[in-house]
Nanobody
Framework: QVQVEESGGGLVQPGGSLRLSCVASGRDSSNYVVAWFRQAPGKDREFVGLIRWSGGTDLPDSVKGQFTISRDNAKNTVYLQMNSLVPEDTAVYYC???????????????WGLGTQVTVSS
């Protein structure tokens, strides 16, 4: 079994930055892909980016240049660095992990409970 936990959410002003952390623990989790998704009220869950165990990343054009993903394998931690935040980035951000890299949330077996990010003045 794999446990996933996000942290680092909060309230930030427009134009500000925030770094989310995701810790995945459990058997074989260190080799897994870690992905970030977000879901705003009334909207579908949206892919935000992923990172492979090798460090390779995949981010959608909508956040490329604004968000970056990195990982510290020694700490089993993945980071989502978010810059130049705007109110439209307000959402619950979820971390998910699994053995395959995909932008489809259905491919991920293990999920955290999410962390709220609110961008507002």
């Amino acid at each position: 079994q794999v446990q996933v936990e996000e942290s680092g959410g909060g309230l930030v002003q427009p134009g500000g930055s925030l770094r989310l952390s995701c810790v995945a623990s459990g058997r074989d989790s260190s080799n897994y892909v870690v992905a970030w998704f977000r879901q705003a009220p009334g909207k579908d869950r949206e892919f935000v980016g992923l990172i492979r165990w090798s460090g390779g990343t995949d981010l959608p054009d909508s956040v490329k240049g604004q968000f970056t993903i990195s990982r510290d394998n020694a700490k089993n931690t993945v980071y989502l660095q978010m810059n130049s935040l705007v109110p439209e980035d307000t959402a619950v951000y979820y971390c998910a992990t699994g053995p395959w890299a995909s932008r489809d949330s259905g491919y991920y077996h293990y999920w955290g409970l999410g962390t709220q990010v609110t961008v507002s003045s």
